[in-house]
């Protein structure tokens, strides 16, 4: 038996287009729900963060072999607010680096503080740039990153160096007293005035 290939008639063909049409009206023209409309903020604001941080976070294949030669065994490379920094790899973490406490705050600042247990913790010290950032200031307004370094609570480990947004964080929320806290800031801000490297393009 001979099966006829079907061919819509155009009046099929109109109605369908004319349904689309409608559609796509419908989805213009009626107000979203708030639920909607924080959704569709929610994901633009997401994508806009992704463009921003690749242009100024990450680097390129071409991007590293512009950049001067540097020993990987002893630094690692990061890009923050369109810059380049080479950070010691002894610090290596998450999204900017680490201080081990007591051990490199005693090492940096000459001090002899010590912790209730026989191993170091962690501070990770995050390093954000500012054109993705979008959280600058508190529930009063204040500003939570300024050019002041290592000032009192509640903003100690947070500060702009070189244009770079610095926060510490201590992921375990130790018991340390102000005084200890305000050192391993104080660490931090030696080991980014001292250790850590910009570099530029060379060709």
């Not at 099929?12 to 569709?40: G, N």
């Not at 990987?72 to 369109?82: A, D, E, H, T, V």
């Not at 051990?103 to 054109?131: C, G, H, I």
Request: charged residues 30%; aromatic residues 18%; hydrophobic residues 35%.
């Amino acid at each position: 038996m001979k099966i006829k290939n079907y061919t819509p008639t155009k009046g099929f063909v109109w109605a369908l287009l004319l349904i689309i049409f409608i559609a796509w009206l419908v989805y213009k023209c009626v107000p979203l729900t708030e639920k909607d409309q924080d959704a569709l903020i929610h994901s633009n604001m997401e994508r806009e963060r992704i463009r921003l941080a690749e242009e100024f976070d990450s680097y390129t294949q071409e991007d590293f072999a512009r950049l001067p030669k540097f020993d990987s065994r002893k630094y690692f490379l990061i890009k923050r607010s369109g810059r380049f920094w080479l950070i010691p790899r002894e610090y290596q973490g998450d999204s900017g680096f680490k201080i081990r406490w007591p051990t490199d705050v005693n090492k940096l600042l000459v001090k002899d503080w010590k912790n209730d247990f026989d191993r170091d913790y962690a501070f990770n010290v995050f390093m954000y740039s500012p054109q993705y950032y979008n959280r600058t200031t508190d529930y009063w307004g204040r500003k939570i990153y300024n050019n002041t370094s290592c000032q009192p609570k509640p903003y100690v480990g947070k500060f702009k160096w070189n244009g770079v947004l610095i926060r510490i964080y201590d992921s375990y929320h130790r018991n340390i007293k102000d005084e200890q806290y305000l050192d391993v800031c104080l660490t931090a801000l030696k080991i980014l005035n001292e250790e850590v490297k910009e570099i530029h393009y060379v060709n």
